[in-house]
């Protein structure tokens, strides 16, 4: 189905291809952060120190090592030196409740964690063995002198990391993937998305969040002696610092949201993504007008890539110059791109289908899997091959078009994406049904729009239950962007269906008044932009931009329209460092 890659060189895991890098060019600049420079031999001699420790921890070949670390140069050292001292790589996030930390580590059996001195406390909650690095992945209390020698690292078939996607049990799933899945999807970059860049040079955003699949797709281009400069969160969300970040460090690829483009150039940063050789998509479908805005930019190679958890990252990429309207291209090589119909066969070319993928880049499955789970990975008969081949059901729904590119059409079951991130609406409501003085409750995504949507969830709360404290307990259970703005209804009207009747819910909702005399002009004029911005009828003094429905998108559309609105030059970041509406009003009339 797919051409095959003309590289003769062997396939080999990517710890193995850095540390040939580390050999060849052990100068080279591999990790920047701060304005502090890693080298290729800096990062070779912390893994070297690194593994020695991991080891006398209690690490094994084939058991799991966690991540929980700040965004720095420690996630790439720490993920390199686990998988050369033969462990799995389980990323975790700081900022996670603790107990879906818990359910992970468990879930993973994971019995050492990497962590930092400011996250020491944290970590010491999980009852494992615990070995300290800096942000640079420097081993804190390692003995000074030469490193150790180094080790052959891990085999093809080993696995490689763990990744946690949202689940429809009310918890999060597993995934696992093997090392030849990501070497595979390492040599399908270079083959079909970062040719433009050439080997042994480039300079590279390292953007995605780590506990992301698309993050070890960045972490890729230290096998091709490439540069990667670590991206603060704060910059991340806020387009302005974003722009002067790619600016600044004459950054040459950038492995970005839709959503996180949009922002750039609602914020007026067209420039910045110009200066680009390679732009990628990902994690997102792309809407028609970003398209064709994107099929714009001069000197740019843009792509569109596509691939679940499920699988190692990518496993289908377009490049826009190819279609006029958005697509998800062909699969890669190795990689079986099937539309098939409710009994597993074929649809002709135009007819929609559910999406099921085969080959190379298959992860090894989920942890502890249920039998639903199994089913996703299931046989199916394919043309020209003996006997039934492993696949992958995505629930997905595509089609393929006159020219044989792949268009997504949308989703075949309740799972949505928001910011990047897959969420499955019944874990959410799982979570708030677990939240004391919820009675009912029903999640769906509200308004879609450019940002994606609004993640709303309707709820009937027992007497004196306040929506805060409801959002307080759901923030101890799921992660931010699972956290849906929360509006409470009498009753949840059931359909013919016996589900929840959305539409039902969408038209009730109450009218509130507006807000009444003794307010500013300035006031109104925020509150009415915060309203628009937000969809909603109402904003109260104390309604958090984000609790309500916000997002870093409708962050920068709202600074927009308040730099409009005031002729002042309000800042992205404003809004995050000030939330609240009477905060944000404050802040906005200091300048």
């Known amino acids: 189905m797919n051409d095959q890659l003309s590289s003769p060189a062997p396939l080999r895991p990517l710890p193995t291809d850095v540390a040939a890098i580390a050999d060849k060019q052990p100068d080279a600049p591999a ?30 070949s084939g058991g799991t090592v966690a991540a929980l670390l700040p965004r720095s140069p420690a996630m790439a050292t720490t993920a390199l030196a686990t998988w050369r001292a033969e462990g799995v790589h389980l990323p975790l996030s700081p900022a996670a409740p ?30 494992l063995q615990i070995v300290e690095v800096d942000p640079s992945g420097l081993l ?8 150790p020698p180094a080790l052959p690292g891990p085999g093809l078939e080993q696995p490689a990391y763990i990744i946690f996607t949202s689940g429809t049990t009310g918890q999060p799933k597993g995934v696992l993937v093997e090392h030849h899945a990501l070497a595979h999807m390492a040599r399908a970059h270079e083959h079909a998305v970062y040719g433009p860049l050439g080997p042994w040079a480039g300079r590279v955003a390292l953007n995605n969040p780590a506990t992301t699949d698309a993050y070890f797709s960045e972490l890729a281009h230290l096998t091709q002696g490439r540069t990667l400069h670590v991206i603060d969160p704060a910059t991340r969300r806020d387009p302005d610092l974003l722009a002067a970040f790619l600016r600044d460090n004459a950054i040459e690829a950038f492995d970005a949201t839709p959503t996180q483009v949009r922002s750039l150039l609602l914020a007026g940063h067209r420039p910045a993504l110009e200066r680009l050789a390679v732009l990628v998509l990902g994690g997102e479908p792309v809407d028609a007008p970003l398209w064709s805005t994107l099929r714009s930019l001069r000197d740019v190679a843009v792509h569109n890539l596509y691939g679940p958890t499920e699988c190692a990252v990518d496993v289908a990429a377009a490049d826009l110059s190819e279609s006029d309207t958005p697509v998800i291209g062909r699969g890669w090589p190795g990689c079986g791109i099937h539309v098939l119909d409710a009994t597993r066969k074929p649809v002709p070319d ?27 990975f299931t046989g199916i008969e394919v043309p020209d091959t003996p006997g039934t081949v492993r696949a992958y059901r995505t629930g997905d729904i595509g089609r393929r078009n006159a020219a044989g590119l792949l268009e997504f059409i949308g989703r ?31 999640v769906a995504l509200d308004r879609p729009d450019d940002d994606g949507g609004t993640l709303r969830a309707w709820v009937v709360l027992a007497r004196d239950t306040a929506l805060d404290a409801v959002r307080a307990s759901l923030s101890g259970l799921v992660p931010e962007h699972m956290i849906p703005a929360l509006t409470q209804a009498d009753s949840i009207p059931m359909a013919a269906t016996g589900k929840a009747d959305m539409r039902a819910l969408k038209a009730s909702a109450a009218e509130r008044p507006e807000p009444g005399p003794g307010h500013t002009s300035v006031a109104e004029d925020l509150a009415g932009i915060w309203r628009e911005v937000l969809g909603v009828d109402h904003v109260s003094p104390l309604d958090d931009f984000f609790a309500v429905g916000g997002s870093s998108l409708k962050a920068t559309q709202l600074t927009m329209r308040v730099r409009r609105a005031t002729g002042k030059q309000v800042p992205v970041r404003l809004v995050f460092d000030h939330p609240s509406f009477a905060a944000y009003r404050v802040a906005v009339q200091a300048l």
């Open 140 to 147: 804190i209390g390692a003995e000074a002198g030469a490193a």
């Open 412 to 442: 075949a079951d309740d799972q949505v994406k928001i910011r990047g991130y897959r969420v499955e609406l019944g874990e959410v409501e799982a979570a708030l049904r677990k939240c004391s003085g919820v009675l009912d409750t029903a």
């Open 31 to 60: 990790l920047v952060h701060h304005g502090r420079v890693l080298s290729y031999q800096d990062v070779e001699n912390r893994i070297r120190t690194l593994v020695p420790a991991l080891h006398r921890a209690g690490a094994t």
């Open 98 to 127: 603790d107990g879906r930390t818990s359910h992970m580590l468990t879930t993973g059996s994971a019995r050492v964690m990497v962590t930092t001195p400011e996250l020491r406390a944290k970590a010491s909650l999980f009852g």
């Open 350 to 376: 135009g007819a929609a289908g559910e999406i099921w993928i085969t080959g190379r880049q298959l992860a090894r499955g989920y942890l502890g899997a249920t039998p639903e789970d199994e089913e996703r």
